[in-house]
């Protein structure tokens, strides 16, 4: 062994990505916008306080002592969130320094149809402004459609569980495409299967339902809608690639018992695969986020939860391999839309993305046509029913200025974006 220095003269290996790999991150519009006049935005003021008075109960005692913010009801209020309706240049000038190459946000649905049929291209122009933005500073435009809330006037009409809901979603981006034309990349929907089960079975978003019959009308009306979308968009730019955000999960069979496998079998096929297998031929690449590990054990979560972020949510990185192997059979093109953490210390930041990403270098080498990775996210936001005390941001933001500070693990992605390789 070589001792140099005194130190053990480690193995470097540097993992190089394929050429042309976009480098990136992303954000959501109401969670960083400001002044969102939506559904979620009505159920934030609804439910402020419910959510403040529950902290201590619903949280464990070293995240609400960590994070007292979240004992206000204002921490639950997005209000001006981040600002970024008017410091997107400022956000999106710090992303090129960044050394990306790639960046993900959302169009607010009720800032472009205000109103059932009325369109607002005063709001348009503002988001032909953040594309043209994005693409001057070289940030190639990943686009969702949908990133959850829902106008007012859509909300009022049963909003997801509306039978017209294919026609107002293909009409609204109808418009979008016409006006963003230059846009390669559309995501319709993010996420779809959690957000369904969150307010249509789990109840805790709005509607906050409970009713497994609405929960499976909403997931076919949403894949109807995709398909709706998918043509919709392929009439006016044939070139644009399309696909959702999927939230998949690494399902792991504990001690790969048969009782387990069946198991993991069974919830792989309905939460991994089935959205997807239904809009197949509806697609032209995946877009997966990817955040959760759950070890199955005779039907329960056994997780070892070594490491947790903030969320408490385990931190189990190298779960993206086997999500990543898991969509090969789709055969379609690949991009990490959303991998992040709440982590306000930054003190696992640096080694989740190395992680991740020697994870993902793995399943490219095993033949998944990976093209991309987005961080989630760019900047800190109001993280939905959580609000603002987890920070997933590379850039954190003062809750009082909303000055904006790289932490010191977006240095460290950004000579990974600019070197398009990983050293470990
Ligand atoms: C995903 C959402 C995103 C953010 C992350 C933490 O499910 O798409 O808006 O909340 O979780």
């Known amino acids: 062994m070589d001792i140099d220095n005194g130190i053990k003269n480690k193995e470097r290996a540097v993992l190089r990505f394929p050429a042309g790999f976009l480098w990136g991150s992303g954000t959501s519009a109401h969670q960083v916008e400001g002044c969102c006049i939506n559904d979620w935005s009505q159920w934030e003021k609804n439910n402020a306080n419910r959510l403040a008075n529950r902290a201590k109960t619903y949280w464990q005692e070293w995240q609400w ?6 004992l206000e009801p204002g921490n639950y209020i997005s209000d001006r969130a981040c600002d970024h309706y008017n410091r997107y240049e400022e956000d999106f000038d710090i992303a090129k320094s960044l050394g990306q190459n790639a960046h993900r946000i959302s169009i607010e649905w009720s800032r472009i149809e205000p109103e059932e049929g009325k369109f607002d291209e005063k709001e348009i122009g503002h988001y032909k402004k953040v594309i043209s933005a994005l693409r001057e500073r070289g940030l190639e435009p990943f686009v969702t459609i949908w990133h959850w809330p829902l106008p007012l006037w859509l909300a009022r009409q049963g909003g997801l569980t509306n039978e017209k809901l294919p026609f107002y979603f293909s009409r609204y ?6 006006a963003l034309g230059e846009v390669k990349f559309w995501i319709t929907f993010n996420e779809p299967e959690i957000y ?4 249509f079975l789990r109840g805790v978003w709005p509607p906050q339902k409970k009713n497994p019959v609405t929960y499976l009308s909403v997931i076919n009306n949403l894949i109807k809608a995709h398909k709706a979308i998918y043509s919709a968009i392929k009439k006016i730019n044939p070139a644009a690639q399309i696909g959702i955000a999927a939230h998949n999960v690494y399902f792991e069979a504990y001690k790969n018992r048969v009782i387990n496998r069946l198991l993991k079998k069974t919830i792989d096929w309905w939460w991994n695969y089935h959205f997807l297998n239904q809009i197949k031929d509806f697609q ?3 877009g997966l986020n990817f955040y959760f590990h759950h070890r199955i054990n005779n039907g329960f979560r056994e997780n070892e939860n070594k490491i947790v972020s903030d969320l408490g949510w385990e931190l189990y990185p190298e779960g993206i391999y086997e999500v990543l192997i898991g969509l090969k059979k789709y055969n379609k093109s690949i991009y990490i ?9 930054d003190k ?3 080694w989740f993305i190395k992680e991740t990403l020697r994870s993902l270098h793995q399943a490219i080498a095993a033949g998944v046509d990976v093209r991309g990775y987005l961080h989630w996210s760019l900047i800190d936001f109001i993280e939905w029913d959580k609000g603002f005390w987890p920070r997933f941001g590379l850039v954190g933001v003062d809750r009082t200025t909303l000055a904006r500070t790289p932490r010191p693990s977006a240095l460290v992605y950004a000579g990974i974006c600019r070197n398009n390789s990983l050293t470990i």
């Open 65 to 70: 002592k960590k994070f007292p913010e979240m």
């Open 173 to 178: 981006a109808e418009k979008l495409v016409s």
């Open 196 to 199: 369904s089960f969150n307010c």
């Open 284 to 286: 032209n690449f995946i």
């Open 337 to 345: 839309t959303e991998n992040g953490l709440a982590d306000h210390e």
């Open 348 to 350: 696992y930041r640096e």
